[in-house]
């Protein structure tokens, strides 16, 4: 890495046209690149040596729970969509997209629903108007 350095601040920029003065800045900037590339490799292998044994244990088990969580909410996601068939009526054999076209339908009918028992409670009944 030192080697590249020298030969970029040893570069003479004053005697070449402006094409040979980029020219040589690139090459000697691309020395430089790939001695840092160099270094930074062997430094990483050099680190990844040391640590390899310490870190390949939890990440399998980092993956594990990872593994047994998606699974754990893929058996949630299962059970509330068999939970939502049986509360929307006729949704038993109907694909997802269905069930949830459906059970909005459902929702809006419960709602009109309770909208008509709230105006028939407050409507006075004539029997009431008797006593």
Known sequence: ?????????????NSATPRQNMLRRSRASLLLLRAMHRHALRRGKQLS??????????TVSKRRNLLEGSRKSASAV???????????????????DELFE??????????????????????????????
């Open 1 to 13: 890495m030192a080697a590249a350095k020298k030969s970029l601040s040893s570069v003479d920029f």
């Open 78 to 96: 299962k059970r509330k969509i068999r939970v939502l068939q049986r509360l929307v009526p006729n949704s038993e054999s109907t694909r997802l």
């Open 49 to 58: 040596a040391r640590t390899k044994s310490m870190t390949r244990k939890p």
């Open 102 to 131: 459906k059970a909005a339908e459902y929702i809006v009918c419960l709602q009109m629903q309770v909208k008509v028992m709230k105006i028939m409670v407050a409507v006075p009944s004539p029997k009431d108007s008797d006593y």
